[in-house]
């Protein structure tokens, strides 16, 4: 891998986070409504909002906010709370813990499931089994999050009554949330790579190779799997981003204290340094995920060069 390009890619990532703090804090300071009147309330003196406004620095031109937050960002110091009286950092590591877990959880097993059932798709085609599984993936995809998650508290904590309906107690409270993850996500990851493989298969080299006598197998997994990976893991940093914002739904839905959670919270109480703190945090990790992505094409693929 050439170091200018790794540079290059490094460089794109710094400026579209800079962007992307750009546009989180002017959309938020665009928002109709006085913060302060969120937290003192409609019969708050104007004496008090207006002492609040001086203390959160609200009284400040919007440039000179931003240019106070990025060095406070530049120092480790993402602002305070305006809702729980704490450092926006220190709320974000506790919270993170768990959004990384449900999230990594819910891409391993996601992509576990769509390989291998987009593997025994591709070898499959035209059969009534392959058919069954494009439409209950195709009606997996349709069914939104929350409903389905609703759907699983009734029936996993509320009829049966083994698994926890909301909370966070121990492993077993993620069960529920990362399997409403997992059959909603494994959808377009398993077309892709069905997709994919049928196209590498159709390909000369691949009729060359069973020309020559090579196994189906050996076929499938030595010349075609490898080769049919470049989309198969453009889609996969979609998915971490995708269910990062399912993550959002889903942990409100299940009552877990992450990330997602938090944002609501912040969101209902107009807590503007938290959700700048939260929108940054989850820009971080999914430019984070698509630099990891884009530079694990050429170790998927050696015939791509970085020049």
């Known amino acids: 891998m050439n170091l200018a390009y790794l540079v290059n890619r490094l460089l794109g990532a710094a400026l579209t986070l800079f962007l992307a703090s750009l546009f989180t804090f002017f959309a ?3 928002i109709p409504g ?35 937050w990025m060095g406070g960002i530049f120092r480790g110091d993402l602002g305070q709370s305006m809702r ?19 999230v990594g959880l819910s891409l391993t097993i996601t992509g576990i499931i769509s390989l291998g059932l987009g593997i025994w798709a591709a070898s499959r085609v035209g059969r009534i089994s392959e058919l069954l599984l494009r439409v209950v993936l195709t009606l997996f995809s349709a069914i939104p999050a929350f409903w389905l998650g609703l759907l699983f508290i009734l029936l996993f904590a509320v009829h049966w009554r083994v698994l926890p309906s909301s909370g966070f107690f121990g492993p077993s409270s993620l069960i529920l949330p990362t399997l409403t993850l997992v059959l909603i996500r494994s959808s377009l990851l398993t077309r892709t790579v ?29 010349h075609g799997l490898r080769n049919a990976l470049i989309p198969v ?8 981003a ?9 942990e409100n839905v299940f009552a877990l204290p992450g990330l997602g959670t938090l944002a609501l919270r912040a969101i209902e109480a107009r807590d503007v ?26 170790l998927a693929d050696p015939r791509i060069r970085y020049d």
């Open 194 to 222: 069905r997709g994919s493989l049928l196209d590498v298969l159709s390909s000369d080299y691949v009729r060359t190779a069973r020309a020559k006598g090579l196994s189906r197998r050996r076929v499938l997994f030595k």
């Open 233 to 240: 893991l453009t889609v996969l940093g979609l998915e971490f």
């Open 34 to 68: 006085d913060p302060a009147l969120s937290l003192l309330g409609m019969g708050a003196s104007p004496e008090a909002l207006e002492q609040l406004r001086i203390q959160l620095g609200l009284d400040l031109p919007p440039l000179e906010r931003y240019l106070r």
């Open 242 to 250: 995708e269910l990062l914002t399912g993550a959002v739904i889903v």
């Open 84 to 102: 729980y009286s704490e450092s926006v950092g220190k709320l974000l590591l506790e919270r993170i813990p768990l959004s990384l877990t449900l």
């Open 273 to 298: 340094p938290l959700v700048q703190g939260v929108v940054l945090l989850l820009a971080v990790w999914v430019v984070g995920v698509n630099l990891t992505v884009d530079l694990l094409y050429g």
């Open 28 to 30: 938020l300071a665009l």
